[in-house]
């Protein structure tokens, strides 16, 4: 609510090295991002406070060297639109087929991030025709982390949107000191932050309507339900990677899983949190590399 008394509103500039691309949906208009050539590799970043692209920014450029790979920031994040409307799991899965429909009708890989993991899970469990390979990093919706809606998280979405109140814990939440502090607590060592993400996760949240998708959120209405049960029905090749100082995710319930899902395996990035494509880059890209070359 200050940044917009204030008018600080930064531009924000392309979160990956490749032109900005529109696609019109019926919800409202997505950017998305593609580079590179061969298979399609679909990368998803995920859904907080700050969320963008600029998450995958490394594995981008990674795997577009050998493959044609899109991104796309999300319905209420990025240089997406970010229309004043109910945010919920079905939209975004919905988002999700309306993606691959237009850009990969073909089937694509698909990477995906923390909470994304449970939209991708979601669709694929019911329609695995549309994947080849899945990639979660850092998946939520396992163990610890499945969780569902309750009646306080809906008083909780609709106190929100209370006059001042939801902006005021938004711009709480973030303020650079607190998206620091939060994108410092999803890696082992802090010090791996680079400067320029913390800027970006700042600057997307001072843009028009930037509270709007995050306060659901922040309200727990995102997470989804179907996603523990698809996530035992997946039946495409499917890589779970965490770090081995894992805070926001349970590695031990996705080792749980894949002792009863035969294509589902999981790997632990050494000396890396939540983010391990991001402090162990070279060994987390070269896992997803030879995943996906099977």
């Known amino acids: 609510m200050l940044d917009d008394l204030l008018g600080d509103r930064p531009e924000l500039p392309p979160p990956v090295d490749a032109a900005p691309k ?31 692209t600029y998450e995958l920014r490394t594995l981008f450029e990674q795997l577009s060297a050998s493959r044609r790979v899109i991104a796309f920031d999300w319905l209420g994040f990025g240089l997406s639109d ?23 009708p073909e089937g694509a890989d698909v990477v995906a991030l923390s909470l994304a993991c449970q ?6 469990a019911r329609q695995p025709e549309r994947f080849r390979h ?3 990093i850092s998946p939520t919706g396992l163990g610890r982390w ?26 709480g ?15 082992a060592d802090p ?12 600057a997307t949240a001072r843009q028009r309507n930037a509270r709007c998708a995050p306060l659901y959120f922040v309200a727990g209405l995102l997470e989804d339900e179907r996603a523990p049960q698809a996530f035992r029905k997946l039946c495409n090749p499917t890589l779970m990677i965490f770090g081995d100082q894992a805070r926001f995710s349970d590695p031990s319930a996705a080792k749980a899983l894949a002792a009863w899902v035969p294509n589902v395996t999981v790997e632990t990035v050494g000396e890396s949190g939540d983010l391990p494509h991001l402090e162990q ?14």
């Not at 019926?26 to 963008?52: D, E, F, P």
């Not at 939209?119 to 694929?124: D, L, P, S, T």
């Not at 309750?150 to 106190?159: D, H, I, Q, V, Y």
């Open 134 to 136: 899945l990639v979660f």
């Open 146 to 171: 499945a969780r569902r809606s309750t009646l306080t998280n809906k008083t909780a979405a609709a106190s929100l949107k209370l006059p001042g109140l939801g902006a005021a814990v938004f711009d």
């Open 191 to 202: 010090r791996r932050l680079q400067p320029d993400h913390e800027w970006y996760a700042w």
């Open 173 to 187: 939440l973030t303020n650079r000191r607190a998206i620091r502090r939060f994108l410092g607590n999803s890696f």
């Open 22 to 52: 529109w696609l019109d949906t019926q919800h409202g208009r997505l950017c998305y991002y593609s580079k590179g050539q061969g298979h399609t590799t679909v990368l998803v970043h995920s859904i907080n406070a700050a969320a963008t």
């Open 119 to 124: 939209y991708v899970g979601v669709v694929a």
């Open 82 to 104: 970010r229309p004043e409307r109910r945010y919920e799991p079905e939209l975004f899965t919905g988002i999700l087929c309306h993606v691959l429909d237009a850009l990969a």
């Open 281 to 294: 880059p070279q060994a987390t890209g070269r896992l997803i590399q030879g995943f996906l070359e099977r």
